[in-house]
């Protein structure tokens, strides 16, 4: 059973950075899909960024150039640079793992993931 574990939100001006990580419990899946989402207050959960086992990324729209997503596979832990945040970025962060690594194809579906983590919040003040 994989457990995630989110930290390294809070709360920060418009145009500051913060950086999330992901700590996972176990490396049983050496082939994996992982992904971070947000959920803004009123909103669906959305997909923000995504990388496979391999290291090959996705990023929705709204946050390239200013988001980077790695991991340290050694490390079991999976971050999320995050620079010139913006008001919009408001909400809670959650990462998922899929034990499919297919699932980059869908990787900004929710039904495609297998594990969650419990989210931290990220808010940014204008």
């Known amino acids: 059973q994989e457990q995630l574990v989110e930290t390294g939100g809070g709360s920060v001006q418009a145009g500051g950075s913060l950086r999330l990580s992901c700590s996972r419990s176990?490396?049983?899946?050496?082939?994996?899909?992982v992904a971070w989402f947000r959920q803004a207050p009123g909103k669906e959960r959305e997909g923000v960024a995504g990388i496979d086992s391999a290291g090959t990324t996705n990023y929705t729209d709204s946050v390239k150039g200013r988001f980077t997503i790695s991991q340290d596979s050694a490390k079991m832990t999976l971050y999320l640079q995050m620079n010139s945040l913006k008001p919009e970025d408001t909400g809670m962060y959650y990462c998922?793992?899929?034990?499919?690594?297919?699932?980059?194809?869908?990787?900004?579906?929710?039904?495609?993931?297998?594990?969650w983590g419990q989210g931290t919040q990220v808010t940014v003040s204008s």
């Open positions: 176990t490396n049983t899946y050496t082939a994996y899909y």
């Open positions: 998922a793992l899929s034990r499919w690594l297919g699932a980059g194809r869908y990787w900004s579906t929710e039904g495609v993931y297998h594990y």
